[in-house]
């Protein structure tokens, strides 16, 4: 080989070396559980078009889905995959602190668990997470769980007893259900529609937005508007992947976040406003009338022991807070 040759070689070997910084690219994996068109398919695809057009393309963003909240959460904190958003159902098991807000009939309104969530409150509770390998970057949504089954119109408690309802692997759930008389079977959300099939559960409770997008009506047919927890979602990262970026990309990444935040609730807000009809046209019953105050004493007991286990003082402030 001639030195000419060998110069070329070399000069043609550095270059991708040289050049590299320039076109370093990062892939960040994103999964959450739900369709596309869900809730969390909005704020997912939010925050995929933000971060890539704020870092020109730098920052990319691989959106996938995972029935297995719990599943997902670990693969965050081992980081073999970077990001999650999740219902709080399972991150319980994880950052203990967080439990307090599944709790029962501590929300009055979406506008009561939205400002809770963005004020000090939510964001001392987000700061627990690091404690536990995670970063809690933004709360998000999931809505006011509803109970639907396949058994029985449910109008007052009495009509709960018995029921095998499905809830997510959240002990403040089970509690509430247990209380109530039913029988509460905790499985990921990827075993609920084969349950349901197959009558291992009669029923289940989730949000409007995740009934709607998941076509549970095709293996319910009662729906009662509970609204007897609201469940918060929340986008939780791997603290490697956060800390590899540079303090500008930091800063764009929560600029990401707050958009994914945004069309998040958008989205739940918009679902919740038509899924009831569709529902009812696909052939669901749908009780609208729920006496609230007779599941709140029905659940006293529960309420007791919530005030004992979790953070009484912290429970009483959710409950308290208004807006400045």
Not at 96 to 123: K, M, N, T, W
């Amino acid at each position: 080989m001639t030195m000419t040759r060998r110069l070329a070689l070399a000069a043609a070997l550095a270059a991708p070396l040289a050049a590299g910084p320039a076109l370093a690219q990062t892939t960040i994996t994103l999964q959450h559980a739900l369709p596309a068109t869900s809730h969390y398919g909005a704020g997912a695809a939010a925050f995929k078009e933000t971060l890539e057009r704020l870092t020109n393309n730098r920052l990319r963003v691989t959106v996938q889905r995972n029935d297995n909240e719990r599943e997902m959460i670990e693969s965050v904190q081992i980081g073999t995959i970077d990001c999650t958003i999740t219902s709080t159902g399972p991150v319980g098991n994880f950052v203990p602190a967080v439990r307090v807000v599944d709790v029962p009939f501590l929300f009055r309104d979406y506008p009561h668990a939205r400002g809770v969530l963005d004020s000090e409150i939510g964001q001392g509770l987000l700061q627990q997470f690091s404690a536990r390998g995670l970063a809690g970057v933004i709360w998000m949504e999931n809505g006011f769980r509803h109970l639907t089954n396949s058994r029985r119109e449910v109008n007052s408690p009495a009509d709960v007893r018995g029921l095998k309802v499905r809830t997510m692997e959240n002990q403040v759930h089970m509690r509430a259900f247990q209380t109530l008389g039913a029988l509460p079977t905790p499985m990921a959300f990827s075993e609920l529609v084969p349950a349901l099939q197959q009558g291992t559960v009669d029923g289940q409770e989730n949000p409007i937005p995740v009934i709607v997008a998941n076509n549970l009506n095709q293996v319910q047919r009662f729906l009662t508007l509970t609204g007897h927890v609201y469940s918060p979602a929340v986008l939780i990262c791997n603290p490697g992947t956060l800390g590899r970026l540079s303090a500008a990309d930091r800063a764009h990444f929560q600029e990401a976040a707050r958009a994914a935040q945004r069309a998040n609730r958008e989205k739940v807000s918009a679902d919740e406003a038509s899924g009831v009809e569709e529902l009812r046209r696909r052939g669901m019953q749908v009780v609208t009338q729920v006496d609230t105050a007779a599941f709140q004493t029905a659940l006293a007991a529960a309420f007791q022991q919530y005030e004992r286990e979790l953070d009484g003082a912290l429970l009483r402030r959710i409950r308290d807070w208004r807006p400045n």
